[in-house]
């Protein structure tokens, strides 16, 4: 895909009361309004704030894409100094700015918790604009989306799990799940409760004590890309993958919701050269949005949500089975997936991003050609 811009719209703005940068980036709405969640984090400077809200928002439109949603993708950071004490004041300030930069967008950018914010943080958004989702229940949202993530999440897994396997069941599996936060410890959950082993790992070593309470084994993080495993599920922060941490990985399936797990798009063919199914993040990982603006924003009940959410198993199923017959890594079988159906809807820069995919992809074969000739 072409490095030039792509985005639709992107707003960076000084909050006027809080003084910190805001950033609302949309990448596509070509399917439908943006979305994607409001992200508070610290960073080293305000523009790798503005770095990861157009990443992060990119990713969004192919989540919603490959899901089936009529919804384009976005993201929004408030962006915090290495040293910012956030005191719950100056919060609630930041919060306030960022609602009322999310309601110049009159519903064409909307969005939920991301990393550093949480369903009671939407209630001051909400203040604002209608579209912030996930408030709590009794603030009339739908609360923590980490449920519906999870339950997407080991969808992609059976699915996974009977393209390499032969089977759909994880019992008797040795399963690494890295980040044991709410969807992690979730996933390790159902994934135990299926007959899987389990073994999970954390940053936080607080969290050690509540996973051996529960019966898993517990990896140090350093170790845990590399214990051995018949899958691995990254549950905490991307950029995991790279040229040098992909030959320590034991696992040969990779699914997990962890966004951006790759340092850069060529580790998909490093993983697939090592014969590692990896499901792309942006499909396994979209449970908790398909479910959210579902029931938010399209009025669906809950039961119907989570059948939506549940056919995360049938896209990954079809995706890696598209891979294997046409020779392609999953992440481009993804993509071509996306591509396709924002084509459709009249997008001239995912056509463009389509035909330089397939150029590329048909010159990387032809130099495999003659270098098998050499």
Known sequence: MSRAFAHEEVV?????RSGLPLIVAVHSRVLGPAAGGCRMRRYDTWQDGLTDALRLS???TYKSAVAGLDFGGGKSVIALDR?????????????EDLGELIASFDGS?????????????????????????????????????????????????????????????CTGKEVVVSGFGSVGSRVAAGLAAEGAHVVVSDVDPSRKEAALASGYGWVEPGRALSAPADILVPAAVGGVFDEASVPRLTAPLVVGPANNQLADESVAD???????????????????????????????AHEAALERVEGIGDTVGHLLGLARTSGVTPMRAARQLAERRLTAAGSPAAAAAE??????AEAATARTRLLSRS
Do not use: K, N, Q
């Not at 005191?87 to 300030?93: C, K, Q, S, W």
């Not at 949005?289 to 399209?298: G, P």
């Open 355 to 360: 035909v330089e995919a397939d150029a590329e």
């Open 58 to 60: 990119e990713a969004m």
């Open 12 to 16: 960076v703005r000084r909050g006027r």
């Open 109 to 169: 950018y909307r969005t939920g918790p991301d990393i550093g914010t949480g369903p009671e943080d939407m209630v001051v958004l909400r203040r604002f604009s209608p579209y912030a989702y996930c408030a709590p229940e009794e603030h009339g949202g739908t609360g923590d989306s980490g449920g519906p993530t999870a339950i997407g999440v080991l969808a992609a897994l059976r699915a996974g799990a009977r393209h390499v396997f032969g089977d759909a069941s």
């Open 83 to 95: 040293d910012t004490d956030v005191t719950p004041d100056l919060r609630e300030a930041a919060l």
């Open 270 to 300: 490093t993983l697939a050269e090592r014969g590692i199914v990896w499901v792309p993040d942006y499909v396994a990982g979209a449970g908790g949005v398909a479910y959210t603006l579902s029931r938010e924003s399209e009025g669906y």
